[in-house]
């Protein structure tokens, strides 16, 4: 009876300790956990030969692993609390914290591997984040994207180093003919974001902390703003049209005004009037965003 008691212990102790290595592993190697979660234990064919391994390894709860590997992730990730805070408590809010932290753990795994830097974390998460969001819709979690996008402008423009490139001359850019553009050069003295909102952050991130309305998505389906960092060091922002973000996105410091603004209308495939790259322009001058330069055309 000793002998078969003893024998019964050793098989349980083999079982155990099968278990418990693979649930490390399900722990430390997500890519390994998220296979197990597709296929099932199939991979484990070498221990999966006796019937007692075979029932305690059914018996696992693959959704708490999976939550427990999120929490883990999460727990690595705290230094995310200063760039996202809104996209973190909104993350909360919706009950999908730990979801996406379990779906994020292999790249994060992969580069914390090669001792990524921080910075390089912050963007990976962000760019996944993103993905995720795109996949899932606007309706389940509205507002999380915008804020999301709106946080990680601010992180990377206050990252960003500020220009000492004195504002240009007051161009009269109302009544300068279109041909005097092509002696023109503009460029932006601030480093700038460019998003497009369905909600407006601000008002997302004022719901998340008083518990006010939820946001409304714009009527007409987006709403561009424009970020900068300026002189002073702080972060502004203003609503644009799609002509000025246009500009925005075309003015690169070398291009012509006249070239900036042929650029702008093809890339919003339709015929952008001149008066409203001339208000364009204006606007950005009035921020103090341009600074202006002549050339000599030869």
Same mark, same amino acid.
């Given at each position: 009876?000793?002998?078969?008691?003893?024998?019964?212990?050793?098989?349980?102790?083999?079982?155990?300790?099968?278990?418990?290595?693979?649930?490390?592993?399900?722990?430390?190697?997500?890519?390994?956990?998220?296979?197990?979660?597709?296929?099932?234990?199939?991979?484990?064919?070498?221990?999966?030969?006796?019937?007692?391994?075979?029932?305690?390894?059914?018996?696992?709860?693959?959704?708490?692993?999976?939550?427990?590997?999120?929490?883990?992730?999460?727990?690595?990730?705290?230094?995310?609390?200063?760039?996202?805070?809104?996209?973190?408590?909104?993350?909360?809010?919706?009950?999908?914290?730990?979801?996406?932290?379990?779906?994020?753990?292999?790249?994060?795994?992969?580069?914390?591997?090669?001792?990524?830097?921080?910075?390089?974390?912050?963007?990976?998460?962000?760019?996944?984040?993103?993905?995720?969001?795109?996949?899932?819709?606007?309706?389940?979690?509205?507002?999380?994207?915008?804020?999301?996008?709106?946080?990680?402008?601010?992180?990377?423009?206050?990252?960003?180093?500020?220009?000492?490139?004195?504002?240009?001359?007051?161009? /009269?850019?109302? @009544?300068? +003919?279109? $041909?005097?553009?092509?002696? &023109?050069?503009? =460029?932006? %003295?601030? #480093?700038? !974001?460019?998003? /497009?909102?369905? @909600?407006? +952050?601000? $008002?997302?991130?004022?719901? &998340?902390?008083? =518990?006010? %309305?939820? #946001?409304? !998505?714009?009527?007409?389906?987006?709403?561009?703003?424009?970020?900068?960092?300026?002189?002073?060091?702080?972060?502004?922002?203003?609503?644009?049209?799609?002509?000025?973000?246009?500009?925005?996105?075309?003015?690169?410091?070398?291009?012509?005004?006249?070239?900036?603004?042929?650029?702008?209308?093809?890339?919003?495939?339709?015929?952008?009037?001149?008066?409203?790259?001339?208000?364009?322009?204006?606007?950005?001058?009035?921020?103090?965003?341009?600074?202006?330069?002549?050339?000599?055309?030869?």
């Amino acid at each position: 009876m000793t002998g078969r008691y003893t024998e019964t212990g050793s098989r349980q102790a083999r079982t155990n300790a099968a278990v418990m290595s693979v649930l490390a592993r399900c722990l430390v190697d997500a890519t390994f956990l998220n296979d197990v979660a597709v296929h099932g234990w199939s991979k484990l064919d070498r221990i999966m030969d006796d019937p007692r391994t075979t029932r305690e390894f059914d018996a696992l709860d693959l959704a708490r692993v999976r939550h427990f590997s999120g929490f883990i992730t999460r727990v690595q990730h705290n230094f995310l609390w200063e760039a996202f805070p809104g996209t973190i408590g909104l993350l909360r809010r919706y009950g999908i914290e730990l979801r996406v932290f379990a779906r994020y753990a292999a790249n994060h795994q992969r580069l914390r591997a090669r001792d990524a830097p921080q910075p390089e974390r912050v963007k990976a998460f962000a760019a996944f984040l993103r993905s995720y969001l795109e996949d899932a819709g606007p309706r389940p979690y509205a507002g999380l994207k915008d804020v999301l996008e709106y946080e990680l402008a601010i992180w990377v423009l206050r990252r960003s180093a500020v220009s000492s490139v004195p504002a240009g001359d007051k161009t /009269a850019w109302m @009544t300068i +003919p279109l $041909a005097a553009w092509r002696n &023109l050069v503009p =460029g932006l %003295r601030f #480093p700038v !974001a460019l998003c /497009a909102h369905t @909600t407006d +952050p601000i $008002a997302t991130l004022e719901w &998340l902390e008083r =518990g006010t %309305r939820v #946001p409304a !998505a714009t009527q007409d389906g987006g709403q561009l703003r424009l970020y900068w960092r300026s002189a002073e060091r702080d972060v502004r922002m203003a609503d644009v049209d799609p002509g000025v973000g246009a500009l925005v996105q075309a003015i690169d410091g070398r291009r012509s005004a006249r070239a900036a603004f042929q650029r702008a209308a093809a890339s919003l495939d339709w015929e952008l009037a001149v008066a409203l790259g001339r208000a364009g322009f204006a606007a950005l001058s009035a921020a103090g965003l341009l600074t202006v330069r002549r050339r000599t055309l030869r």
